[in-house]
């Protein structure tokens, strides 16, 4: 029996970003007028820089690819995009991944569902309210809300759920230590942003999460 049908579950984490939807080109539109507001119009950023980056804390995004942006401008700089984000979010949205919409209600019939993505305070509820998904998710959590980083509030979501065989569901490799660390299996949406040959298994699209993962 393959290893793909090997895995059970009592409860699917989800990560947001790459995994249930992509809001990449609202996300554009929100730092590009971020930048105009902040007199560094002359900048300006493209969807796929920013899929890129999805799931990278804000602190290494300032560092690696926002150094045009004097140190001591980061906190105001970001203090704008924080505003614009969610104005933005609610306008526009992102685009749900093929078969999440049609797949989810048949997931919370086997398992108790939960997303942990690191974004703003603010981001996981938009996209509930945009898509009309609240009623799946039983709980969430980010570093906009606790500032902590991806495998602690995994490990917040496990705890305070009393979960006892969690999986996480993500598209990227820090998905994937964060998950490490918390010894639970992981699943690489492969249809997502980015690459992760260590994982054991994959999805190449939503709905054959029905068919990997088995409630325990």
């Not at 048949?106 to 509820?125: D, M, P, Q, T």
Request: aromatic share 14%; net charge negative.
């Amino acid at each position: 029996m393959p290893i793909q049908q090997e895995l059970t579950a009592d409860s699917l984490i989800f990560d947001l970003d790459g995994t249930l939807w992509d809001a990449a080109e609202t996300c554009t539109l929100a730092w590009n007028e971020t930048f105009r507001q902040s007199e560094l119009g002359q900048h300006s950023l493209e969807a796929d820089m920013i899929r890129s980056v999805s799931g990278l804390r804000i602190e290494k995004v300032f560092d690696q690819y926002f150094s045009f942006i004097p140190e001591e401008r980061r906190t105001e700089v970001f203090g704008i995009y924080q505003k614009n984000e969610p104005l933005f979010m609610k306008a526009h949205g992102g685009k749900l991944f093929p078969g999440v919409r049609e797949t989810l209600p048949a997931l919370k019939e086997r398992f108790r569902l939960f997303i942990v993505s690191n974004c703003l305070a603010g981001y996981i509820e938009n996209f509930l309210e945009f898509h009309g998904l609240g009623n799946f998710f039983e709980d969430f959590e980010c570093p906009g809300k606790t500032g902590e980083p991806k495998s602690t509030n995994i490990a917040l979501i496990i705890e305070r759920n009393h979960l006892n065989a969690p999986v996480y569901v993500g598209d990227t490799i820090w998905d994937y230590e964060a998950t490490a660390a918390n010894k639970i299996p992981f699943v690489h949406a492969a249809y997502g942003f980015a690459k992760v040959p260590e994982a054991a298994y994959r999805i190449k699209q939503f709905s054959e999460l029905k068919d990997l993962v088995y409630s325990e």
